[in-house]
């Protein structure tokens, strides 16, 4: 059989596959009597357990790797702007194939809110599952750049 493309991120699938293997969605009709979802539950390792519930203490607006090489790690996000790619020169390197070069870019706004904008990539940038051009985060986010899940946090006094 011949490959297919995922119905929402367009990842090249098996024919067969009922999910993405890259986002999750479902490749079927959800309204069809002969298939239903059944969610995967799994055990969620320190790690990722650490990056849903928050940074301790007093912080800036960052980021927390929750999967990918640098799983754990946390970055503050307090520039005006900050790039994020697979070049040496961004402010956020991500060294991953599935990442572009000049991948997405994290700006402040004027009211201080937190904007995320994909700049053309390849593979595209997705908050809580949902690929996006440019949005507003708000605390407890979920990015996804390539590989790489991200957990975002607001500020806290």
């Known amino acids: 059989m011949s490959p297919v493309n995922c119905r929402r991120c367009g990842e090249i699938l098996n024919a067969n596959a ?11 009709d959800a309204t069809s009597p002969e298939t239903i979802a059944v969610p995967v539950v799994s055990a969620i390792d320190s790690t990722f357990a650490n ?6 203490g007093v912080h800036g607006d960052e980021l927390v790797i929750a999967s990918g090489k640098e799983a754990g790690s946390r970055f503050e996000l307090d520039n005006v702007a900050t790039t994020v790619g697979r070049h040496e020169a961004s402010d956020l390197l991500l060294d991953d194939v599935s990442v572009s070069r000049h ?6 706004t004027a ?11 390849l593979n595209g940038t997705y908050v809580n ?15 996804q750049i390539g590989k790489f899940k991200l957990v975002f946090w607001e500020a806290t006094k």
């Not at 009922?18 to 079927?28: D, R």
């Not at 990056?51 to 301790?56: E, L, R, V």
């Open 111 to 121: 009211s201080g809110r937190l904007t995320l904008r994909d700049l053309n990539s």
């Open 129 to 143: 599952g949902a690929r996006v051009e440019e949005t507003t985060l708000h605390s407890g986010d979920e990015v």
């Open 51 to 56: 990056a849903i519930t928050g940074p301790n």
């Open 18 to 28: 009922n999910f993405c293997w890259s986002c999750g969605a479902p490749q079927h």
């Open 103 to 108: 991948h997405a870019l994290f700006t402040r």
